[in-house]
């Protein structure tokens, strides 16, 4: 699972969002662009911290991941931040893993893993519980060390430059530990200021993920009283206040009702028919099959399979592969005792 800090530290606010987003969630969703790269890693010295509003601080607060305000490619956007517009389609790879192993004492987590996410492609992470899928995406989000192997973002190396490999992210951990306190405007206020956007972009930003999000009524709510899918989905809208080229996603659609899905689902796909990626975790197979363009199935902690869907799956479903890949079913002999009933 993506890693996050104790119950009062939000998971590592790596965010991102499209600009001028407007309901329905369709159209919302067209306006969605990535942000132009950034510029190179600031000196440690420049880094600044924000506090959460009317929030106590918590006592470790992520490192301030900078970014360059940007906005999506529409004429009432670019008018907020001038000289700002969408960016095209770009090729190259979005995310690159070579030999990337973790160990958590005597076991391994991942074992040498090798990916290439390429730019503007819906890339899924599919393996049984314990296969090591939350442990490669929170090394992915600079959540935990690889022990080897090297991980690039955009082609920023980011062991070396992790500011700026984090600065091209957004994240929404698997663990949703984040600052209950706040309410949800104060809790995206807090997302977008950390990643320096200006408080009027914030504020605009805001109002545009929360029509997307279907959140409007909520915002004015103290996050604790969110239910999982609301809370899935705020932190959604955070992990997209700062536009990424990158979106990292453990489990994004689970604990969400099908028409918040289908709401996230078109806002992510006209990021990603934007130019922005996405890598995602889930154990639904039927949305992986219909929305990804790639797929890689993880099982014990390496890649046993990996390509398009249709190679993937080959002449079965996503699912039957899956299983096929995974051992099988399990042996349910022995249980026989289950089929009487004590009174």
């Known amino acids: 699972m993506v890693e996050s800090a104790p119950v009062a530290e939000p998971a590592a606010p790596v965010e991102s969002a499209p600009e001028r987003v407007s309901a329905p969630a369709s159209e919302a969703a067209a306006s969605i662009a990535p942000a132009p790269t950034p510029a190179p890693d600031l000196d440690p010295g420049t880094r600044r911290g924000v506090p959460p509003v009317a929030a106590p601080q918590p006592s470790s607060v992520p490192p301030v991941v900078e970014s360059t305000p940007a906005v999506a490619g529409t004429a009432a956007a670019a008018s907020v931040i001038p000289g700002t517009a969408a960016l095209p ?73 992790p500011l700026a490999a984090k600065r091209l992210m957004g994240v929404l951990p698997d663990r949703l530990r984040t600052f209950d306190r706040l309410t949800g405007r104060q809790l995206l206020y807090y997302y977008g200021v950390l990643r320096k956007l200006p408080p009027a972009v914030v504020e605009s930003r805001t109002a545009d993920l929360a029509r997307a999000f279907d959140l409007e009524d909520a915002l004015g709510r103290s996050v ?21 080229r990158l979106l990292v996603l453990d489990e994004p659609f689970e604990a969400v009702d099908p028409v918040s899905s289908s709401i996230i689902l078109d806002i992510l796909s006209a990021y990603v028919a934007h130019g922005g990626t996405v890598i995602l975790s889930s154990h639904g197979m039927d949305l992986v099959e219909r929305v990804c363009t790639r797929v890689a199935v993880i099982v014990a902690g390496q890649v046993l399979a990996e390509g398009t869907v ?12 899956f299983v096929e890949l995974a051992g099988g079913l399990s042996d349910v002999e022995g249980l026989e005792w289950l089929h009487t009933f004590s009174d």
């Open 89 to 161: 389609v770009t090729g190259g790879d979005a995310l690159v893993l070579r030999g990337v192993t973790k160990r958590f004492g005597s076991t391994h987590a991942v074992d040498g893993i090798d990916l290439t996410v390429p730019a503007g492609t819906f890339y899924g992470l599919v393996g049984p519980n314990g296969a090591g899928k939350t442990t490669t995406l929170s090394m992915i989000a600079g959540l935990l060390e690889p022990d080897r192997g090297t991980i690039h973002i955009g082609g920023v190396d980011a062991a070396a430059k």
């Open 224 to 244: 604790s009283d969110y239910s999982a899918g609301m809370l899935k989905k705020v932190m959604l809208a955070g992990a997209l206040i700062h536009s990424p």
């Open 310 to 321: 249709a190679e993937v799956r080959g002449e079965l479903t996503l699912e039957q592969r």
